[in-house]
T-cell receptor, first 116, second 108 residues
Framework: EPEVTQTPSHQVTQMGQEVILRCVPI?????FYWYRQILGQKVEFLVS????????KSEIFDDQFSVERPDGSNFTLKIRSTKLEDSAMYFC??????????????FGSGTQLSVL | KNEVEQSPQNLTAQEGEFITINCSYS?????LHWLQQHPGGGIVSLFM???GKKKHGRLIATINIQEKHSSLHITASHPRDSAVYIC??????????FGKGTHLIIQP
């Protein structure tokens, strides 16, 4: 079965540094998503992306966050100036149609971000 | 904002038992996902359903849109079914809204 690939699996950074989390969605998928899960808490929606622009975002996704699909295969999440509370597992997902309708989501294995 | 509640929060059962995990939500939705999160953290989508019932192997998911309730059943449970099962509902401007998950342990 096709897979969503995320790199790196673990990222350690200093507070205030910029980080870029990378994802390679399934090749024929059109909708892309980032979610995060703080340790011990539930998964939270961050942003959805379609046709090279953000289609939905949560209140978590503030000006410190940005997403990009720079080359037609990668989908990145950038955090400009990391805070301690950004420490979480970040999941990328993709689907062939909008997840807000009738479509299965495919998740990557996640990037564990630790901000020190 | 949709409130998603799952029950039970934790469930330990013996191999072979029939398992039921429940999910209820407060605001009407268009569809609902059941997800499985493995001990290593990876998430797998099990079902997406908007009405009725779906079956895949030993897993069955049902939803009652009017009652705002869904259930996930596992028949002939096995230790490899041990995972966190998460319900996520679709609707509203915040994308998917997730439940806290049900921690399932199946003992041999």
């Amino acid at each position: 079965e096709p897979e969503v690939t995320q790199t790196p699996s673990h990222q350690v950074t200093q507070m205030g540094q910029e980080v870029i989390l990378r994802c390679v969605p399934i090749s024929n998928h059109l909708y892309f998503y980032w979610y995060r899960q703080i340790l011990g808490q539930k998964v939270e929606f961050l942003v959805s992306f379609y046709n090279n622009e953000i289609s939905e975002k949560s209140e978590i996704f503030d000006d410190q966050f940005s997403v990009e699909r720079p080359d037609g295969s990668n989908f990145t999440l950038k955090i400009r100036s990391t805070k301690l509370e950004d420490s979480a597992m970040y999941f990328c997902a993709s689907s062939n149609r909008h997840s807000f309708t009738n479509e299965k989501l495919f998740f990557g294995s996640g990037t564990q971000l630790s901000v020190l | 904002k949709n409130e998603v509640e799952q029950s039970p929060q934790n469930l330990t059962a013996q191999e072979g038992e029939f398992i039921t995990i429940n999910c209820s939500y407060s605001v009407g939705i268009s569809a609902l996902h059941w997800l499985q999160q493995h001990p290593g953290g990876g998430i797998v989508s099990l079902f997406m359903l908007s009405s009725g019932k779906k079956k895949h192997g030993r897993l069955i998911a049902t939803i009652n849109i009017q009652e705002k309730h869904s259930s996930l059943h596992i028949t002939a449970s096995h230790p490899r079914d041990s995972a966190v099962y998460i319900c996520a509902v679709i609707g509203g401007a915040d994308g998917l809204t997730f439940g806290k998950g049900t921690h399932l342990i199946i003992q041999p």
